[in-house]
């Protein structure tokens, strides 16, 4: 496992968070998993991915919401200005229809595992505030 997974691993798991180390044979990329339920959502997989080329880590909560083509352009518009108000997460219209949320993980400042943490609280915080609001988008007004 890469030292800046093992890190953050290790303040997760500090914090009572449990996750999951995944190596991924023949790749460059490796992860941790968690599964995380909010106030308005059952559960989010959340990925957090390293590989051996980059030393900074990407945080991917991936299929949050599944739209149907004939409402892309209702999930466009909301990804729209969901992404204006938030700055710290963005959240992508997959090719598949599908909505990720997604955040860049700076870890060359000294402790990744604290930058992680709060990165995590905040992407969760605005998921579970988002996803009413996505719920009503793939159901229709």
């Not at 691993?9 to 992860?31: D, F, N, V």
């Not at 149907?68 to 700055?87: G, P």
């Not at 992680?116 to 505030?129: K, N, P, Q, S, V």
Request: with cysteine.
């Amino acid at each position: 496992m890469y030292m800046v997974l093992e890190q953050i691993a290790q303040t997760y798991e500090e914090r009572g968070i449990k996750l999951t180390r995944r190596e991924m044979p023949g790749q460059k990329t490796q992860a941790l998993l968690l599964k995380v339920a909010g106030k308005n959502f059952k559960q989010v997989n959340l990925m957090i991915l390293a590989n051996s080329e980059n030393p900074d880590c990407v945080m991917r909560a991936p299929r949050i919401a599944d739209f149907t083509e004939e409402r892309r352009e209702q999930a466009l518009d909301l990804i729209n200005r969901v992404n204006q108000k938030y700055r710290f997460i963005k959240l992508i219209l997959e090719d598949d229809n599908t909505v990720t949320a997604t955040a860049d993980l700076p870890t060359r400042a000294g402790n990744p595992g604290p930058v992680a943490h709060e990165l995590f609280i905040r992407m969760m915080t605005i998921i579970d505030e988002v996803y009413p609001q996505l719920m009503k988008a793939v159901w229709g007004d």
